[in-house]
């Protein structure tokens, strides 16, 4: 038996990778170790035996159901995926859009501002031009006395004796003053170059205290009134560059009709509406009825958008103390 070629190929290859010494205690060993391998291996054999299939049952269903997790987790994955990437793509749209509607706010607030400032600048100019012609106006009918008693001793006009009293008297006239009590004055004017020349009683004539406004209205009239007007007014600061002046003027009033309407009479209370206008539901609304917010309670609201407070214009802040949002109002009033 040890001489078959079969025994002999089988110590060889026992002798190849174990020690000869101790060889037999080991080969011996070795039958209980196979013995309990082979136990185990028929208690596994048992459990996995096809009369008692529970076991692999369950792991067949496992596997089942982990392939179909698998398969919902990548189409989940691949829905959500996409929903983000289109979710995305509008946030970025709507941000695009955001940015251009602000930028064309901006430009318009900057073309409205530069356009209130022109109209600033032209109402300033306006303002300063109506004070000048106000000036001028006011200087134009301030006495001047020294002027005036100038004219009256130039040329073949003299003012004789008292020429102090007439001098206080004109400039008491200046300064809206009443002359002094005790001051007793007759004043005569004699025309050498008309001695025939009949004097008569002075007659008081009608003076006018309006405004130079009512003078413009009042020009329309007709040129009769106006020249009648002309011929009981006197220039006191014309400049005279040496020409001659007319020797006497026209001193008799004329009544103008029509030429001047009554004062008008300012009321207390400015009035908003017609005396006949009754307030209804559809139609504007009543300048007396609160708003519906302050203008800091919008100020508060406009916090979370990109709007700047200081650009926004009178009506559109005036349109959200109404209750209109900010969208709202702007397309109410585009």
């Known amino acids: 038996m040890l001489n078959t070629t079969l025994i002999r190929r089988e110590f060889a290859s026992i002798l190849s990778h174990y020690n000869p010494d101790g060889l037999a205690q080991k080969v011996f060993a070795s039958t209980t170790f196979l013995k309990r ?182 020009g329309d009239q007709g040129d009769g009134a106006h020249s009648g007007r002309q011929h009981n007014e006197i220039n006191l600061t014309h400049q005279d560059s040496g020409a001659s002046e007319p020797s006497s003027r026209k001193t008799t009033p004329t009544k103008m009709k029509g030429s001047r309407g009554s004062s008008r009479k300012v009321p207390d209370q400015p009035q908003l509406r017609p005396s006949v206008w009754d307030p209804t539901a559809d139609q504007a609304r009543s300048p007396s009825k609160q708003l519906m917010f302050l203008e800091s309670d919008v100020q508060e609201i406009m916090k979370n958008e990109p709007v700047v407070w200081d650009t926004l214009r009178p009506d559109v802040i005036l349109l959200m103390c109404a209750g209109i949002g900010y969208q709202g109002s702007i397309a109410m009033l585009n």
């Open 37 to 218: 391998l082979l136990a185990k291996f028929r208690q596994l054999r048992a459990q996995v035996d096809p009369s008692n299939d529970t076991a692999v049952q369950y792991m067949l269903d496992a596997q089942g159901e982990t392939t179909r997790v698998r398969a919902d987790y990548a189409t989940l994955h691949e829905f959500y995926w996409g929903e983000a990437r289109r979710l995305q793509e509008q946030l970025d749209a709507a941000h695009h859009r955001r940015q251009s509607d602000l930028r064309g706010v901006l430009a318009e607030h900057e073309l409205e501002t530069r356009a209130l400032r022109e109209e600033v600048g032209e109402l300033r100019s306006q303002v300063e031009n109506l004070r000048l012609l106000g000036r001028a106006r006011s200087g134009s009918r301030r006495l001047y006395v020294p002027k005036l008693m100038n004219f009256l001793n130039r040329d073949q006009t003299r003012v004789n004796d008292n020429r102090k009293r007439l001098q206080d008297l004109l400039e008491r006239f200046r300064d809206g003053i009443a002359p002094e009590k005790s001051w007793s004055t007759l004043s005569a004017i004699t025309a050498v170059d008309d001695p025939f020349a009949e004097g008569s009683l002075f007659a008081t004539l009608a003076e006018d205290d309006s405004d130079e406004e009512e003078k413009d209205q009042s």
